[in-house]
């Protein structure tokens, strides 16, 4: 490597031009073999150094985002779910609702496909440059509850709050108490016409009372929630079961 050629690498890496620093040797061989100008070259530079920019922020939102595991639309099975439709979740696909800060439901029975969908969703929305959020509703009720105490709690609140959508899986499962559902509504009400949230749930909006604790808390918050929404009630056998792995 001549002396000229290791400075410009080095003044590229001090420039943290990374992708184009280690792009610089095979992109100057290409454009000698195909006499490329001066601008062609830098043109190809540069394009070399946006998709490594890309893919490192892509990386970084997917980390962020804390998804439990990577799905895709591919993978699901609407043959098996038929409460909901390919057309229907295609049409979300381009995440024009994240824009006007709409929300999701994917309500019914355990093992239907809820997370799922909203897992598709989710990482769609990250692959096209959306801050997002997964989170079990038992592991914001932990975090809400810490976050004056814990840097940590504050820091994931933080960036949850800071996000474009938030995923918030397992609504109903648990039982919350009084103070846990006040945080929740505080946070929804900060939410509200501000950020999508995508709600995965096992109740109907008339038994939301009864894990909240208060009708009034729970009235206040399915009415920011609903408002501007879009909300598939799924049902059907539970695919895990009908889909399980057998020792013999």
């Known amino acids: 490597m001549n002396a000229q050629l290791l400075e410009v690498k080095t003044m590229l890496g001090q420039l943290r031009l990374s992708g184009a620093r280690e792009k610089l040797e095979e992109l100057l061989a290409g454009a000698l073999k195909e006499e490329l100008t001066a601008l062609q070259f830098i043109h190809q530079l540069l394009i ?6 890309n893919a490192n922020s892509l990386q970084k939102r997917m980390k962020r985002a804390r998804f439990p595991e990577h799905k895709t639309l591919e993978q699901f099975d609407f043959g098996f779910q038929q409460s909901v439709s390919k057309q229907q979740i ?35 929305a990250v692959e096209l440059g959306y801050q997002a959020s997964f989170i079990t509703l038992d ?3 932990d975090i809400l509850k810490t976050e004056p ?24 499962f648990l039982p919350v108490n009084r103070q846990e559902a006040n945080l929740f509504y505080q946070l929804v009400s900060h939410f509200y016409q501000q950020t999508s949230v995508i709600i995965t749930s096992n109740k109907g909006f008339e038994e939301w009372t009864e894990f909240l604790g208060d009708m009034a808390i729970t009235t206040a918050i399915l009415d920011r929630l609903i408002h501007n929404s879009e909300i598939f009630n799924m049902s059907g056998d539970s695919y895990r079961v009908n889909h399980r792995n057998t020792i013999l």
């Open 90 to 124: 295609l049409k979300l696909m381009d995440m024009c609702w994240v824009e006007k800060a709409f929300n999701l439901f994917f309500l019914g029975p355990p093992s239907i496909g809820k997370t799922h969908l909203a897992l598709c969703l989710g990482i769609r």
């Open 48 to 53: 070399e150094e946006l998709a490594v920019r």
């Open 139 to 141: 592991q914001l009720m």
């Open 149 to 172: 105490a814990l840097t940590r709690s504050k820091r994931r609140l933080k960036q949850i709050m800071s996000s474009q959508l938030v995923i918030i899986d397992e609504v109903g």
